[in-house]
């Protein structure tokens, strides 16, 4: 495993090879609000496998092996624009601190699709997969991420997220509280879409106790074209729940894309 030092902050990276001989444009992955690296698992191998290309799969901040955020819970604690901030400034700075000078394709899962999206929407990107984004709060959101918190508290998810997270209250801390700070409520990324250019494939499941069909519905209209699948027995994670159908989906979408 790899770290790569950007604006200060040691972040895990873990590089992919790809098959197509580096022409086509790299896959950058994005992970949830309690992903990291290790949580991808062996799936972003497999799409870059199917696809041919390239890939980066790095974990943010206080996720993974990156650096923790310090005083999480107080002064660290992460703002309403979080997403903003890792889409506009940290994202570029990483591109350019891995020497990435073509326009990515961008595979984001959950609020890591939304932060791609919002990437998306300034930046140049030869394409965004993202699945189970967020582009706005939902109650059904709030109450999953309430339920996350007493399952936290209570039950046994701190020891199995010890699996994937070297500091484990950071990583659980900065998206529970964020998430449920009256002041993110607000949260509306759906004007930042409509300047999207690039081609976006949205996939989303049917049993997403995370949001509903909206989430992927309202992306549209975008200024480039836009594709949407909905999976049926699928959960907030399409790409652990229907892992062959999502990734021949997206290979299919980005087949003939640079």
Not at 45 to 67: K, P
Not at 96 to 124: C, Y
Not at 128 to 133: G, K, R, S, T
């Amino acid at each position: 495993m790899e770290r790569v030092i950007v604006d200060g902050v040691g972040l895990e990276i873990q590089r992919i090879a790809g098959a197509g001989g580096g022409q086509a444009a790299p896959l950058i992955f994005l992970h949830e609000g309690l992903g990291s690296v290790a949580m991808w698992r062996d799936w972003p191998a497999r799409l870059c496998e199917a696809t041919g290309r390239a890939g980066i799969v790095y974990s943010r901040r206080g996720y993974g092996a990156s650096d923790p955020v310090p005083h999480v819970r107080g002064a660290g604690r992460l703002q309403p624009d979080y997403m903003h901030r890792e889409a506009w400034e940290v994202l570029p700075a990483l591109l350019q601190a891995l020497e990435i000078t073509v326009p990515p394709v961008l595979v984001g899962h959950s609020d890591g699709g939304s932060i791609a999206l919002l990437h998306a929407s300034r930046h140049p990107v030869a394409a965004l997969a993202v699945m189970a984004p967020h582009v706005i709060v939902e109650d059904i959101s709030i109450r999953s991420i309430e339920q996350a918190r007493e399952a936290f508290l209570t039950g046994g998810l701190p020891e199995r997220l010890a699996r994937f997270h070297a500091d484990v209250d950071v990583a659980f801390w900065q998206w529970n509280d964020a998430w449920l700070n009256p002041a993110f409520r607000p949260f509306d990324i759906r004007p930042d879409c409509r300047r999207i250019t690039a081609p976006v494939l949205a996939i989303q499941g049917e049993d997403d106790a995370y949001g509903t069909l909206r989430q992927i519905e309202e992306i549209a209209p975008t200024n480039g074209p836009f594709e949407m699948q909905v999976l049926p027995q699928c959960g907030h994670s399409p790409h652990r729940d229907q892992a062959e159908a999502v990734t021949r989906r997206i290979a299919d979408f980005l087949a003939g894309k640079p």
